[in-house]
């Protein structure tokens, strides 16, 4: 049995992301609470380890520096500015806000890139222009087709530094296959659809990313400061429009 399996892969334009999970045998240990103060129930469970192999065949790719672990075929690689049209402090603010570096590696050729293994997920999706644009959570980017640009989205309202997200977030535009990090599996995250008249609203802190096109307003979920201190729930996200957001329920689950 190989080391590692293939358990999802997107392809567009040239550019082909494949997501391993690695087949290990190493076990953690868990605590939970066993309802008794002070005491805890200790289960072993594998560990989760994944792995991003990006193919391209004549096609050109970002990913966030330092992803890398190797690279075969025959490819060219350089570094390049996101929004090059600013200043050097405008990006380097921009990325400090966000958590998303100022720079990205770019491969472009025929060959094969492998990621360095992390115990977080990838998500592969595609976008097929400036309609499916979305904002992603803080350091959430990992890679995408050279096509689709990583620019800083700034919320309007100060209120989004406490949000769980903060002021910046990052914003991916264009067309092509891209990866993002997230929390927990695909299969755990929650896709809500947004639809005219309606409002839907989420906590910062379990929210993967949502279309660009979609209104935003974040602050406290009920007016008045002693209402918002009572009701628990701090700074929240209240989407209005048309698009989708993506949710991660299980996130904070120990």
């Avoid at 289960?43 to 193919?55: F, G, K, R, Y």
């Avoid at 492998?114 to 977080?120: D, G, I, K, L």
């Avoid at 904002?135 to 620019?151: M, T």
């Avoid at 309007?156 to 914003?171: E, V």
Wanted: aromatic share 8%; hydrophobic share 40%.
């Amino acid at each position: 049995m190989a080391f590692r399996q293939c358990i999802q892969e997107e392809s567009r334009g040239g550019v082909t992301m494949r997501v391993h999970r690695y087949v290990e045998k190493k076990m953690v240990a868990r605590g939970l609470p066993t309802g008794v103060e002070g005491q805890l129930h200790y289960i072993a469970e594998p560990t989760e380890v994944h792995q991003l192999e990006i193919e391209l065949n004549n096609g050109s790719v970002l990913i966030q520096p330092g992803a890398l672990q190797y690279s075969y075929g025959s490819l060219s690689i350089d570094v390049v500015q996101h929004e090059a049209n600013k200043g050097f402090f405008a990006r380097a603010a921009a990325a400090a806000a966000t958590g998303e570096s100022a720079h990205a590696t770019r491969y472009s050729g025929t060959g094969t890139i492998w990621c360095e293994p992390v115990r977080r997920h990838f998500i592969l999706a595609t976008m097929d222009g400036p309609q499916d644009a979305l904002l992603l959570d803080d350091k959430a980017f990992y890679a995408c087709a050279a096509e689709i640009s990583l620019s800083t989205h700034m919320h309007a309202s100060i209120q989004g530094l406490f949000s769980g997200n903060g002021l910046a977030q990052p914003k991916i535009t264009g067309a092509g296959v891209f990866a993002v990090e997230s929390p927990v599996p695909v299969y755990e995250i929650d896709e809500v659809a947004v639809k005219h008249g309606q409002e839907v609203v989420v906590d910062g802190d379990f929210m993967l990313m949502y279309s660009a096109s979609l209104d935003v307003n974040i602050g406290p979920l009920v007016s008045g400061l002693r209402s918002a201190l009572r009701s628990g729930e701090g700074f929240v996200y209240k989407l209005r429009g048309q698009g989708s957001v993506w949710v991660t329920p299980s996130a904070r689950i120990a």
